[in-house]
């Protein structure tokens, strides 16, 4: 019978959870120790929760998960060059977990889901000038916190340089329609073909006088342009903001993408769209722009892992996306670096010492005395004298 | 929100053994296969725990003598035209094994270790290399054998219903077990390779309370032997597996006066070597005489085979070192062995090729019947590998020349939507209903030396449980839900035991009927056969087609053995 787990020397790769035939085992994973590939990521989103989900195919909750910091993951599935994957634990093993083919599985279902209008909660309504990657990533997040947003955009489609940038930069344009109009269904109103003009003197007063109480600029390369008018700019050109919140010179004024950096990846810049939005969250509550977004990251130890049983990466089929049965296998890949195994269901354990016999930290103690059965030959049940 | 749907050609039900043998012939004839399996994915069942040893017939045997001697153990009672298919194809398939990497135990003169079994003067296993590793080895080999055919695998999907077109089937249902998220599965034909369940023994066997009695009678097929269990003898606190090596090799059954009492007055010519139902009995009139506990001793296994024994690797190994550590030394303390039920040995009755009656299911592994009640240690890896590969090519070549049915998802909404209502809800917990089923079980009039009136006993607990317990039974995650359908589906197969087993009113091989202790030789030989019928389980008696069968019963394995009636009479109430 299933005895103990040595907290201490158990590194949450979740060989039990994956062995046990008899689902005795969970993992917990919320830890303040941060996994490579979060470290790694300019959105910070949680593979290892996601992919701990996914292992118990927990499809949607996955997907929630990836959309607390990756608002459109099936463009990142496209466009992003994973840097998550490169220190990836698994890398010492055998090869990194595809997390570009599990976010491109997960984009899938996403872009397929049909959303309905997110109620309105806040009066005040927030303008993202520049329907781009930091612009619709800020409308994402501000919308589905419940305020009215107008998205700006110049052109006559979103999508900034997803869509209109140089081929290599460009993403699915039914990926883009399908997100744009997603965000539509929530609430969001998009005003197409409407260039703002941020050098003239007087575009954030006039914002102002239409309700509008924060402002993401969010349009794109700034440099060897016409400066916004009112913003403190940095020596190349680009909108100075705080890195943490992307807050401007001006208190309701905040740049994210490549209008406040001189490199922006799109990914960088959905990761900017969404800190934006929750300064914005922050400030229109009354408290400081940055509450709650200074998180500090604690990395995970590296742990000898020779011992698991190696396992072939799934690459994805069509545009690197994983079919289902591949994702969730790909997903049983993961170590989840830092998390915990715990004996959840004790009452089905058979004994198979399977757990203990796969764990890579000798962490788990299973007691070779088995469960009380029935005893056929005592007097209850073999009747009379024993 | 979006309900996975699968498609595919060929669905096969479990993972184990004969599922991946099965889906491995499948796979040549069509596009796609489908493995749903409620474990994990690849844990390959209970093969994967195996030893690994497989009942052979090595080139240098011959096939009838085999055929007549398995005749002569199972009492007449042997399905002799698929038991000549399982041992033609055995030395194939084993071969197949080696030609996948996988190496069985050769002497020093470079011999196949065989062990002969039960006593017989014929049948035996190959065992495989190292002792320990076998099951995990076959596992491995297998897998690999599958790399670059066009077969998907799923694990922890927990499948409930089989859904039909008319008396067709067209795919499944299930869930996740892990999420409570539905799946849908549409399919040319399904495969069940599934056990037929068990009382979640202490022997390795917990996870087979499986739902396939409720999966196969729901979807129209007939089930076949369920009056046969394999009871099995078991250290009373610990695992131990290699029972059917240790036996041929001197290990030993004895009382509290150290008598080898099958030897001594129950079977002089067989003594401990004797299928594991026959030492039961012993056993059980043993304590029943005050002669009680029963220890199980290796000191006559020569010296020279200990290496052979001694657990060289996997959980036998560290079980080994952990009960040493203990201070429990299983070759040289006395240790206490008690029965139990583990398994069903029923099945579904299928043809030669694995179909059944209802078009598109089929069956394969130890979800059709072979043994009845007795058995050969390592017949279910040489089943599970001969039929897996058989109904694989018959199920494939059936899928390839058909149309895809359609799938009624209204339909199997409904079907999965009787197990889903109950996820979320307070309840009697499944652990419960397993407890309570067992404990039913327990009673040797029930499980050994069977009575009517001791199954009549059982049969009456079990409809207050089924109308008390069953519908008050409550899964507060999916974890539980999936609990709770073994733990269904393990009532229905104790119903089915208990009414076979009434039906069956006389004793013959893995059969003991306190009440009929003697064989019917009034009636033809027959089958104990169970349909559903307006939801309840109908019983019928068929004839083994004899004329058909190349041995005609003339000698029983039953008959080496004296259990003294006035001794047996004890357990009638």
């Known amino acids: ?386 | 929100m979006q309900a996975i749907t699968f498609k595919t050609d060929v669905l096969i039900i479990g993972g184990g053994f004969a599922g991946l043998w099965a889906a491995r012939q499948a796979s040549t004839h069509v596009k796609d296969v489908l493995i749903v399996d409620k474990g994990p994915r690849d844990w390959a069942g209970l093969g994967g725990m195996s030893g690994g040893d497989m009942i052979t017939l090595h080139e240098d045997q011959d096939i009838h003598e085999w055929l007549d001697e398995v005749v002569f153990f199972n009492d007449g009672l042997c399905d002799q035209l698929m038991m000549l298919d399982t041992l033609r194809d055995s030395l194939p398939r084993f071969h197949d094994y080696e030609a996948m990497g996988h190496t069985f135990s050769r002497d020093s003169r470079g011999r196949y270790v065989r062990i002969p079994q039960r006593g017989l003067a014929h049948v035996s296993l190959t065992t495989s290399s190292p002792t320990g590793k076998g099951g995990i080895n076959m596992r491995a080999a297998l897998l690999r054998s599958l790399e670059g055919c066009s077969v998907r695998r799923m694990g922890n999907i927990m499948i409930t219903a089989i859904t039909r077109n008319g008396n067709r089937v067209s795919g499944a249902v299930g869930f996740f077990n892990r999420s409570g998220e539905p799946v849908f599965i549409s399919a040319k034909a399904v495969l069940i390779t599934t056990g037929t369940g068990g009382w979640k023994a202490s022997y390795l066997q917990n996870s087979m309370a499986s739902g396939c009695v409720e999966l196969a009678l729901e979807a129209g097929a007939r089930l076949r032997n369920f009056e046969f269990i394999d009871n099995w003898n078991v250290p009373k606190l610990f695992a131990w597996e290699g029972q059917t090596v240790l036996l041929p090799l001197g290990g030993r059954f004895i009382n509290n006066r150290n008598e080898e009492f099958m030897a001594e007055r129950y079977s002089p010519v067989l003594g401990s070597k004797t299928d594991t139902q026959y030492n039961i009995r012993g056993m059980v009139l043993e304590v029943k005489a005050g002669r009680g506990p029963i220890v199980f001793d290796t000191s006559r296994i020569p010296a020279e085979c200990m290496e052979e024994v001694t657990p060289a690797a996997g959980w036998m190994k560290l079980n080994n070192e952990k009960l040493k550590k203990l201070g429990v030394d299983f070759f040289k303390d006395k240790i206490e062995w008690m029965p139990q039920p583990i398994a069903s040995e029923g099945g579904i009755a299928t043809e030669l090729d694995g179909s059944t009656e209802v078009e598109g299911l089929f069956a394969a592994g130890t979800a059709q019947s072979l043994p009845t009640g007795v058995y050969f240690g390592g017949l279910s890896i040489c089943h599970c590998a001969t039929s897996g590969h058989k109904t694989g090519d018959a199920i494939g070549r059936y899928a390839a020349n058909c149309e895809t049915p359609f799938f009624d998802k209204e339909q199997a909404q409904m079907l999965l939507q009787r197990e889903l209502c109950r996820l979320g809800r307070t309840g009697i917990a499944p652990k419960d209903i397993v407890r309570v089923t067992q404990e039913l079980m327990a009673p040797v009039d029930v499980c050994i030396m069977k009575s009517a009136g001791g199954l009549q006993r059982a049969l009456q607990r079990l409809e207050e449980v089924k109308h008390e317990a069953l519908p008050r039974m409550g899964a507060e995650d999916p974890h539980y839900l999936c609990k709770m359908v073994e733990a269904r589906g393990m009532l229905m197969l104790t119903e089915a035991y208990l009414r076979a087993s009434l039906e069956r009113t006389e004793s013959r091989a893995g059969h003991f009927r306190a009440d009929y202790p003697q064989r019917d030789e009034t009636s033809p030989l027959y089958w104990v056969e169970i349909r559903r019928n307006h939801g309840e389980m109908e019983l019928v008696r068929v004839p083994l087609p004899l004329d058909s069968y190349p041995v005609k019963p003339y000698r029983y394995y039953m008959d080496q053995f004296t259990f003294p009636i006035e001794e047996v009479r004890k357990f009638l109430h």
């Open chain 1, 1 to 386: 019978m299933i005895s103990s787990i040595n907290e201490e020397a158990c590194i949450g790769c979740g060989a039990c959870v994956k062995t046990c035939a008899l689902d005795v085992f969970r993992l917990d994973t919320h830890s303040d120790k941060t996994a490579p590939c979060m470290a790694a990521c300019p959105a910070r989103n949680d593979f290892r929760e996601i992919n701990a989900l996914l292992q118990q195919s927990r499809l949607d909750e996955a997907l929630d998960c990836l959309k607390r910091t990756m608002p459109f993951p099936a463009l990142a599935g496209e466009v992003c060059s994973h840097p998550c994957e490169k220190p990836c634990s698994r890398h010492r093993l055998d090869s990194s977990v595809n997390i570009r083919g599990i976010e491109a599985f997960l984009g899938k279902r996403d872009v397929a889901r049909s959303l309905r209008p997110v109620p309105r909660r806040h009066v005040f309504k927030v303008a993202v000038i520049g329907a781009g990657a930091a612009g619709l990533s800020a409308a994402w997040y501000l919308t589905e916190a419940g305020y009215p947003v107008t998205i700006f955009e110049a052109e006559a489609q979103a999508g900034g340089r997803m869509r209109y940038g140089a081929p290599e930069e460009r993403a699915d344009p039914a990926v883009l329609d399908a997100y744009a109009s997603q965000l539509q269904s929530m609430g969001a109103q998009f005003r197409y073909s409407c260039p703002l003009q941020p050098w003239r003197e007087h575009w954030l007063e006039e914002l102002e006088d239409l309700g509008f109480r924060a402002v993401v600029l969010a349009v794109g390369d700034v440099r060897g342009k016409k400066p916004p008018h009112g913003l403190a700019c940095t020596a190349s050109g680009s909108v100075r903001v705080h890195p943490l919140t992307c807050q401007t010179s001006v208190r309701t004024v905040f740049a994210a993408g490549h209008a406040a950096s001189d490199t922006s990846s799109p990914v960088q810049a959905m990761a900017a769209g969404r800190k934006a939005a929750l300064a914005i969250g922050n400030i229109l509550q009354g408290a400081n722009p940055d509450m709650g977004m200074n998180v500090r990251l604690h990395a995970v130890e590296q742990k000898d892992i020779s011992s698991l049983e190696k396992l072939e990466r799934r690459e994805g089929g069509e545009k690197g996306v994983l079919p289902l049965e591949d994702a969730l296998e790909e997903a049983v890949r993961c170590l989840t670096c830092g998390s915990k195994a715990r004996i959840a269901y004790p009452d089905d354990c058979m004994t198979c010492f399977a757990c203990e016999v796969r764990c890579p930290a000798g962490a788990i103690d299973v007691d070779p005395f088995k469960e009380f059965h029935p005893r056929h030959l005592d007097r209850r049940f073999i009747g009379g004298a024993k």
